[in-house]
């Protein structure tokens, strides 16, 4: 017991000490030792890349998951030590959505084909989200976190046992000081007057007295700039080990855009797989449209002269198709879909507005710039997913999903 009040009683005083060394030196009536310029550069650099590595990890975070309730979920199991319940991706809860429709309005019909298709899509691009977020977490955010609840704790924690050393150093120098300036005090000013000899005792004494205290407080300097002087070497060395730390993190970062990279060409490749497959069915639909409506348009058969076509498509004389051999071109086809060798016919055209650019394959095709208006029109034996396009003195093959057909 007298052993832990006596430890109790030395914390303490160490404690005052210290706080009044840093409290005079906030108001300038004490000297601090300064820590030399290589010291203090390792110092920022530490602070600047704890301050930088927090904020990348946070907005990571926000990156990969946006909503700030599951977030704080995830945060509270990883406290828990627990596993994180698996949750579903906002892709696969519309997938899912999108098929339960498509079962109500009829898989058959165009619009439930269309829901089916386009929630599959949804379902593969929610899969590989999930699979992104997996791999960013392991490859990049767990070794940055790694790093401020590891290595960054170490070295705050050093960090403090060095400003302790340090107080306790300015400290002692003060006392010793102060022990020097009252030991010349005192043997600077002896009484020898002989009706006075007690005077001249006590002075004695005095210096006596200083002289010792002057010896302890430079063994306790000595003591103390030992223990700051290793503590120094030992938050240096942690310090310096701030650049292998970005070594490693240069590391993570690449493989974090490598699965950024892969992540996002995952899902160029899903959506033009579902734009081939939505444009060929598009193509039915305006082609069914494009007769349909001109059917529509056209005058009764009892009004009509039998010369002129019911159907707003040109009439142009029917060519035979020449089946295709391997190896033989088939010079008939080619021919007649030659754009560079057709005319557009004497009625049958219409504008069309472009939706999005597309560059032209070929010499055969029309490149197309969205928002241009061109004229359109079609020829038999083409496929029904193109139409000839002209913008001015410019011609060529331009696919129907791009367009808007116009009245």
């Given at each position: 017991?007298?052993?832990?009040?006596?430890?109790?009683?030395?914390?303490?005083?160490?404690?005052?000490?210290?706080?009044?060394?840093?409290?005079?030196?906030?108001?300038?009536?004490?000297?601090?030792?300064?820590?030399?310029?290589?010291?203090?550069?390792?110092?920022?650099?530490?602070?600047?890349?704890?301050?930088?590595?927090?904020?990348?990890?946070?907005?990571?975070?926000?990156?990969?998951?946006?909503?700030?309730?599951?977030?704080?979920?995830?945060?509270?199991?990883?406290?828990?030590?627990?596993?994180?319940?698996?949750?579903?991706?906002?892709?696969?809860?519309?997938?899912?959505?999108?098929?339960?429709?498509?079962?109500?309005?009829?898989?058959?019909?165009?619009?439930?084909?269309?829901?089916?298709?386009?929630?599959?899509?949804?379902?593969?691009?929610?899969?590989?989200?999930?699979?992104?977020?997996?791999?960013?977490?392991?490859?990049?955010?767990?070794?940055?976190?790694?790093?401020?609840?590891?290595?960054?704790?170490?070295?705050?924690?050093?960090?403090?046992?060095?400003?302790?050393?340090?107080?306790?150093?300015?400290?002692?120098?003060?006392?010793?000081?102060?022990?020097?300036?009252?030991?010349?005090?005192?043997?600077?000013?002896?009484?020898?007057?002989?009706?006075?000899?007690?005077?001249?005792?006590?002075?004695?004494?005095?210096?006596?007295?200083?002289?010792?205290?002057?010896?302890?407080?430079?063994?306790?300097?000595?003591?103390?700039?030992?223990?700051?002087?290793?503590?120094?070497?030992?938050?240096?060395?942690?310090?310096?080990?701030?650049?292998?730390?970005?070594?490693?993190?240069?590391?993570?970062?690449?493989?974090?855009?490598?699965?950024?990279?892969?992540?996002?060409?995952?899902?160029?490749?899903?959506?033009?797989?579902?734009?081939?497959?939505?444009?060929?069915?598009?193509?039915?639909?305006?082609?069914?449209?494009?007769?349909?409506?001109?059917?529509?348009?056209?005058?009764?058969?009892?009004?009509?002269?039998?010369?002129?076509?019911?159907?707003?498509?040109?009439?142009?004389?029917?060519?035979?198709?020449?089946p295709t051999i391997v190896g033989v071109p088939n010079t008939?086809?080619?021919?007649?879909?030659?754009?560079?060798?057709?005319?557009?016919?004497?009625?049958?055209?219409?504008?069309?507005?472009?939706?999005?650019?597309?560059?032209?394959?070929?010499?055969?095709?029309?490149?197309?710039?969205?928002?241009?208006?061109?004229?359109?029109?079609?020829?038999?034996?083409?496929?029904?997913?193109?139409?000839?396009?002209?913008?001015?003195?410019?011609?060529?093959?331009?696919?129907?999903?791009?367009l808007e057909l116009l009245s």
């Amino acid at each position: 017991m007298d052993f832990n009040v006596k430890k109790l009683a030395s914390d303490a005083g160490v404690f005052f000490s210290r706080a009044m060394q840093f409290t005079e030196e906030k108001l300038g009536q004490a000297e601090k030792t300064e820590l030399d310029a290589h010291f203090e550069n390792l110092l920022a650099r530490a602070d600047c890349t704890k301050n930088w590595t927090e904020k990348i990890l946070r907005q990571t975070e926000v990156l990969l998951q946006p909503n700030p309730s599951a977030r704080v979920e995830e945060f509270l199991y990883e406290k828990l030590d627990r596993k994180v319940p698996s949750r579903v991706t906002n892709g696969e809860l519309l997938a899912q959505y999108m098929t339960e429709a498509a079962n109500d309005f009829g898989p058959g019909t165009p619009y439930g084909k269309t829901l089916i298709k386009v929630g599959e899509t949804q379902r593969r691009l929610g899969a590989a989200e999930r699979d992104f977020i997996h791999s960013a977490s392991i490859n990049f955010l767990t070794p940055l976190r790694n790093f401020l609840e590891g290595d960054w704790r170490t070295i705050s924690k050093e960090r403090r046992i060095l400003q302790n050393r340090r107080l306790d150093l300015d400290a002692c120098k003060a006392r010793l000081k102060k022990a020097k300036a009252a030991e010349a005090k005192a043997a600077a000013v002896p009484d020898f007057q002989e009706t006075r000899p007690r005077n001249y005792v006590l002075s004695a004494s005095a210096s006596a007295l200083w002289s010792d205290e002057v010896e302890k407080a430079e063994h306790e300097l000595r003591l103390t700039q030992t223990e700051f002087d290793r503590q120094a070497e030992v938050t240096r060395l942690l310090l310096e080990g701030i650049s292998s730390t970005h070594v490693n993190h240069l590391r993570c970062l690449h493989e974090f855009v490598e699965s950024q990279t892969n992540y996002y060409a995952q899902c160029y490749q899903y959506m033009l797989d579902l734009q081939k497959q939505l444009g060929s069915s598009k193509g039915e639909i305006f082609s069914g449209t494009f007769v349909g409506n001109a059917e529509s348009t056209s005058p009764p058969a009892a009004t009509s002269p039998p010369a002129v076509a019911a159907a707003t498509l040109p009439a142009v004389p029917t060519i035979p198709v020449v089946p295709t051999i391997v190896g033989v071109p088939n010079t008939v086809a080619e021919s007649v879909l030659n754009p560079n060798e057709v005319k557009p016919p004497a009625s049958g055209t219409r504008k069309a507005r472009v939706l999005y650019d597309y560059e032209a394959a070929d010499s055969t095709e029309l490149a197309l710039l969205a928002d241009e208006m061109i004229t359109v029109y079609s020829l038999p034996g083409m496929d029904p997913d193109w139409l000839i396009g002209e913008r001015g003195n410019q011609k060529g093959k331009v696919p129907v999903t791009y367009l808007e057909l116009l009245s």
